[in-house]
């Protein structure tokens, strides 16, 4: 059974920076990669980028990087979502979710499995 | 940058009621195309992918279609657990970029 487990909420003040874990289980970490997406209150899922368990390569979406880093442990199967210099519009529920590739396709993705999300609260 | 636009933004409709979502991309994905349920306080769940393949255990009331750049997303017969936002998302391109979303509503 396939299961992502973030770590829990925090509350940041702006300027600072946060890290949010994701430990995966069920199956081989290395074959996949992980995706971060993010929901601001009201707002829709925002795509932050995603980085291959297999070699760690990365993509970020632009209006992210600079501040942004993602990186893996695959001894653990964990993901990491470093945010820095938060600001207020960086509060938002932050998900992990796998990116499987549609068999027989060289590029159809889709996010098959969630974590639960992790709240991040910024403010002074 | 890819944008993804959806509609209508919210509907209200009845248990029962066949519901029809659209999703618009700014240029041709193919079939790189996901739907998404989100419910609050829940991880959102994946429904279609690839346009038209229906998740393993999702309901065969929802279907998916469309090719280029117009998808559909079909409830063919609402039911209570379905209200919720519904999301598209292309993976044709990075960014990997969502619609708006669509709230469907109890009538």
């Known amino acids: 059974q396939v299961h992502l487990v973030q770590s829990g909420s925090e509350i940041k003040k702006p300027g600072a920076s946060v890290m949010v874990s994701c430990k995966a289980s069920?199956?081989?970490?290395?074959?996949?990669?992980i995706s971060w997406v993010r929901q601001a209150p009201g707002q829709g899922l925002e795509w932050m980028g995603w980085?291959?368990?297999?070699?760690?390569?990365?993509k970020y979406a632009k209006n992210l990087q600079g501040r942004v880093t993602m990186t893996t442990d695959t001894s653990t199967s964990t993901a990491y979502m470093e945010l820095m210099s938060l600001r207020s519009d960086d509060t938002a529920v932050y998900y992990c979710?796998?990116?499987?590739?549609?068999?027989?396709?060289?590029?159809?993705?889709?996010?098959?499995?969630w974590g639960q999300g992790t709240l991040v609260t910024v403010s002074s | 940058d890819i944008q993804m636009t959806q509609s209508p933004s919210s509907l209200s409709a009845s248990v029962g009621d066949r519901v029809t979502i659209t999703c618009r991309a700014s240029r041709s994905i193919s079939s790189y195309l996901n739907w998404y349920q989100h419910k609050p306080g829940k991880a959102p769940k994946l429904l279609i992918y690839?346009?038209?393949i229906l998740q393993d255990g999702v309901p065969s009331r929802f279907s998916g279609s469309g090719s280029g750049t117009d998808f559909t997303l079909t409830i063919s017969s609402l039911q209570p657990e379905d209200f919720a936002t519904y999301y598209c998302q292309q993976s044709s391109t990075t960014p990997w970029t969502f619609g708006q979303g669509t709230q469907v509503e109890i009538k």
């Open positions: 690839a346009a038209s």
């Open positions: 069920g199956f081989t970490f290395s074959k996949f990669g």
């Open positions: 980085i291959s368990g297999f070699n760690g390569n990365r």
């Open positions: 979710a796998r990116p499987k590739m549609v068999a027989g396709t060289l590029g159809i993705y889709y996010l098959d499995y």
